[in-house]
């Protein structure tokens, strides 16, 4: 008989948490941001969930939020038309970067000296964090409003995605005999992921998908490229874009993350689950329900052990990759330190833990 999940439930947000991002492995463990529609990103241990902090200072919606790999600085993007950059250790705004419009994505490079943005004004831009004063660097191309943006290959390349009007309808000069007139030609909305070139600023190749592209994860150890779309998680070739497989979701899936081995892969969206499959053979492994409405993001940690979760419904759940084993607040407890008639509470659906 099979353990049942017990996700660790970390509360405080009061509205949709839309993005989430752990930084690496430090001396003091890992850590965990997130950006919720409330305006207010939080940091909390990533082991465990315990809230550590606040970064107060945006005036809307945050859409995005990261962390540097040492997690001493954190980034954030909003709908005040703003990115901020943060100490995060002690949570004070270090920088406030001005932007032309809603702000959806940030990222910094390895080296924490540049950061990447982009968002509504269609626009990606490359921030000088040693020069605060300077200008960045733009990057034009997409005709619609950039909704993620990654730094790849060594901080050489920049992954970026948008729903560009591109394609026209299927014929520019198709005779309506009703109306006796020539039908005027109509944008379509498809989803494009353009592969840049840092030193050049050249666009590399373009991915195009025939509806919205909801999420994108890079994974440095191996180049793979995870790309959510409809019901698809796409695992591509970060340096070609080439296609290595595709899996299909039962459901709409707004997110999904690669098991730092890449045994597995997790996935969430719009039935409130989260999924589990085997990268291999591609098999649903295992799927649990904890939210209470659609799962907007999910990452697996730096050490793989668990993987978080965030959701319409406020808040963010930390979820085991090998149940029943000991770690953070998890304690495993073998039957046989049991008396026989509370064995059977291991495989029941137990109270979720609060963080």
Not at 1 to 7: F, S
Not at 170 to 184: G, Y
Not at 264 to 286: I, M, P
Request: glycine share 8%.
């Amino acid at each position: 008989m099979a353990m049942r999940q017990t996700p660790l439930t970390c509360s405080g947000h009061t509205r949709p948490v839309v993005d989430l991002a752990f930084s690496g492995i430090t001396p003091h463990g890992y850590f965990l941001i997130s950006a919720c529609k409330d305006g207010k990103p939080m940091l909390r241990q990533g082991d465990t969930g315990d809230w550590i902090g606040t970064f107060l200072g945006h005036k809307g919606a945050v859409w995005g939020a990261t962390l540097n790999t040492d997690a001493t600085k954190a980034a954030t993007a909003a709908a005040d038309f703003t990115a901020k950059v943060w100490d995060a250790v002690s949570g004070d705004e270090v920088l406030t970067l001005a932007h032309k419009h809603i702000v959806k994505t940030v990222t910094f490079t390895q080296d924490s000296n540049c950061l990447l943005t982009g968002g509504n004004d269609k626009l990606l831009r490359i921030y000088d964090l040693s020069d605060p004063e300077a200008a960045p660097q733009e990057i034009a191309g997409h005709t619609s409003a950039i909704k993620k943006a990654l730094w790849c290959n060594n901080d050489k390349q920049i992954l970026s995605a948008a729903e560009d009007k591109t394609i026209r309808s299927e014929s520019d000069c198709v005779r309506n005999k009703r109306l006796s007139s020539w039908r005027r030609p109509r944008l379509i909305y498809i989803c494009v992921c353009r592969l840049w070139d840092r030193s050049s600023m050249e666009e590399v190749k373009t991915l195009t998908f025939d509806t919205s592209v909801s999420s994108m994860e890079y994974v440095p150890d191996g180049e793979i490229l995870v790309i959510t779309y409809g019901k698809t998680v796409a695992f591509y070739n970060a340096l070609s874009l080439d296609l290595i497989k595709t899996v299909e979701a039962p459901a709409p899936i707004n997110s999904a993350s690669l098991h730092p081995e890449k045994d597995f892969f997790v996935a969430g969206g719009e039935d409130f689950k989260l999924y589990k499959f085997d990268y291999s053979t591609k098999e649903e492994l295992e799927s649990y329900k904890g939210h209470f409405g659609p799962v907007h993001c999910v990452r697996f940690s730096p050490d793989g052990e668990l993987y978080a979760s965030g959701s319409e419904d406020g808040t963010l759940r930390l979820w085991q990759t090998a149940v029943g084993k000991t770690y953070g607040l998890w304690k495993c407890v073998l039957p046989e330190d049991l008396g026989a008639e509370n064995s059977e509470q291991l495989y029941t659906s137990p109270p979720e833990i609060k963080a």
